[in-house]
């Protein structure tokens, strides 16, 4: 039988490992967040007219589109660095695919580089799907979309050896990018190549707001697919987020109020053992240790934000493996 | 539980099954690729969401369902059910794991294939740059060569030593030559470039343009300053010698400038830092839902 002590978010109880404490509230927050997307789609769907802000770096596609094809020079474009295929390289693609439909429209030739090899079997995919949406199937070059190579810096190489080739007018990084994210876009910007970039790492944010022309900062690179369709579904899995937004905000209040209080609490506690001991340091040290146990068991909101460990000498009692390997003998090195 | 069979999705490498299993696996993804081919092309759409959800169900699930606490199946058994299932979804996820592995080995076919058509056609037709295409065929194709003879000869002889160079072969020092010798440095190569890079991009973006590139220049200044040991600890010196022991002290002392581009970095930086991953986790959890409810049509 489990132990006593276990409570009810162990084994005892529905509640696994990952709910021990209160680990359960990243969970519902998960789910709290997917509600809200959810009603916010379906919001859309009804034909409510939801507000996006201006985002300068996607209106800037269409600028950076149109100089290319005056200039009469391809557009590169590279989807990221995503290794297998992962949502953020889907989003990637997806704007790829509305700078291909923009330059398809010009006949304006496109190079998309891929990092991947299912990277490169899906944009090829996509970027066919374009130019046949556009009724201009003859003009999709299967040229157009490679593969360089799935090792970083030969990548990197790769990339600015066909910029530099080339002589690209617009250039378009949108995805997951490391170290090589400076590589690109001071290649780019060497010659003159008007550029539109976005890292979800926040690391490489930095770099292209200071080599490039415009940036999608953080989940301006998610907000792009609504921007530039405004699709329903889209536009609403984007209010979703800033609902999302809203409630995590007033929860961090919530915690910061919350916090203060208990902190505030917990020095009174503090002060009256102090004074209680009569100056007995082993008084003070145990009356503290007995003042952070009441508040461990304390329901507190801050600590919803804190789950707590399993630990690890709790015991249940479990039917043993019969496939278990043998347990040595104390003296060959085995333990009681 | 069958002594052969480490769990529902695995089996001892040693069983006799292992073949009939793999054959068995291999039919089934055949049918599979077979079935959605022949599909008529509005049918292919729902298949393809249908795997998808499957697929990210049991990692939905394995999120929400109760994992047993200390538990360990190679000396206990699930105690009910509710473990039970615990351990087939921690188990399951593993396996769906490897499955896009293995989608992902079929596809660097494609990848090869999408180099030698391109570089290919370029040496037939003698473009521009033929030779740089030329240079890369030969060292694709060597590497592949040299790398493979190399991992058949380790693998064959067990008996010697392959971590002692005095006892490589040509084939041995051949790949070694390839990939320590030439690839890893011009991989270190194009890592160091990233250096110049920055001090190019740096100059452009401190220069004191507007009020807010002046604001930056200033607030970076004052961060390389502290990581500046000889100018930062006379900086910081100053100030305290100026502090000395009067009752403001604690309070000038907060202009050193380590002081300064601490609090710049933990009231500024991170947070913004944080702001901007909390926004972009949202984005990928909304992508992400939109993917898995087949509501995402990419490319549109």
């Given at each position: 039988m489990p132990d006593d002590k276990i409570g009810p978010w162990s084994i005892g109880s529905p509640f696994g490992q990952q709910y021990w404490d209160t680990g359960w509230f990243g969970l519902l927050f998960t789910l709290i967040f997917m509600t809200f997307i959810i009603v916010n789609i379906l919001r859309a769907r009804s034909s409510k007219e939801l507000f996006i802000r201006r985002i300068p770096g996607l209106n800037a596609i269409d600028e950076a589109v149109g100089r290319a094809t005056e200039m009469g020079k391809p557009i590169l474009m590279v989807p990221g660095l995503s290794d297998p295929v992962n949502a953020i390289a889907v989003q990637a693609i997806n704007i790829c695919a509305y700078v291909t439909r923009t330059a398809a429209k010009f006949s304006n030739p496109i190079l998309m580089c891929a990092y991947s090899a299912s990277m490169y079997t899906l944009a090829q995919e996509v970027i066919r799907d374009v130019y046949q949406q556009e009724g201009v199937?003859?003009?999709?070059?299967?040229?157009?979309v490679r593969f360089i190579s799935d090792r970083q810096f030969a990548f990197a190489a790769g990339v600015s050896g066909i910029i530099h080739r080339e002589q690209t007018a617009a250039t378009f990084f949108l995805g997951e990018f490391y170290a090589e994210s400076l590589i690109f876009a001071e290649t780019a910007n060497s010659i003159g190549a008007i550029q539109v970039a976005s890292s979800t790492e926040a690391t490489q944010t930095p770099f292209f707001i200071a080599a490039c022309d415009y940036v999608l900062i953080g989940d301006e690179f998610y907000a792009a697919s609504a921007y530039l369709t405004r699709e329903p579904v889209l536009v609403g899995s984007l209010v979703g987020q800033d609902w999302s937004k809203l409630f995590a905000i007033t929860c961090i209040l919530c915690g910061a109020v919350s916090q203060s209080i208990f902190s505030c609490n917990h020095a009174k506690k503090v002060q009256e053992v102090i004074a209680a001991s009569g100056g007995d340091k082993a008084k003070i040290t145990e009356g503290i240790a007995n003042v952070k146990k009441e508040e461990k068991s304390a329901f507190a909101f801050s600590k919803l934000f804190r789950p707590g460990d399993v630990p690890e000498d709790i015991k249940i009692d479990r039917p043993v493996n019969p496939d278990a390997p043998a347990t040595p003998a104390e003296e060959e090195g085995g333990t009681k | 539980m069958d002594p052969k069979r480490l769990s529902f999705w695995s089996v001892d490498p040693t069983s006799s099954n292992l073949l009939m299993f793999v054959i068995g696996t291999i039919l089934v993804g055949f049918l599979i690729v077979f079935a959605i081919s022949k599909a008529p092309t509005q049918a292919r759409r729902p298949i393809t969401w249908l795997l998808t959800f499957i697929s990210g169900g049991v990692f939905v699930l394995f999120q929400y369902w109760p994992q047993p606490i200390n538990f360990d199946k190679k000396t206990h058994l699930p105690a009910n059910g509710v473990e039970s299932v615990g351990v087939l979804l921690k188990d399951a996820t593993s396996v769906f794991g490897t499955v896009s592995q293995v989608l992902a080995a079929f596809m660097l076919g494609l990848g090869i294939f999408s180099i030698l058509r391109i570089h290919g056609s370029k040496i037939a037709k003698q473009q521009k740059d033929w030779v740089f295409s030329v240079v890369l065929l030969t060292a694709m194709f060597s590497m592949v060569l040299f790398g493979f003879w190399d991992f058949h000869i380790r693998t064959a002889i067990r008996?010697?030593?392959?971590?002692?160079?005095?006892?490589?072969?040509n084939v041995n020092m051949m790949r070694d030559f390839l990939f320590e010798g030439l690839l890893q440095q011009m991989d270190a190569a194009m890592f160091a470039i990233i250096a110049f890079f920055i001090l190019s991009a740096a100059y452009r973006a401190f220069r004191a343009r507007s009020v807010e590139a002046t604001i930056l220049l200033g607030t970076a200044l004052l961060v390389i300053i502290s990581l500046m040991g000889a100018v930062a600890g006379a900086w910081d010196g100053q100030v305290d010698a100026i502090a000395g022991t009067g009752s403001s002290k604690d309070l000038i002392r907060n202009l050193r400038v380590t002081e300064i581009a601490s609090w710049i970095r933990n009231t500024f930086q991170t947070p913004a830092i944080t702001g901007i991953k909390f926004g972009i986790g949202l984005g990928t959890l909304s992508m992400a839902l939109r993917i898995w409810l087949g509501l995402e049509r990419g490319g549109k």
């Open positions: 199937p003859e003009r999709f070059d299967p040229d157009s | 008996t010697t030593d392959f971590d002692n160079p005095s006892n490589w072969g």
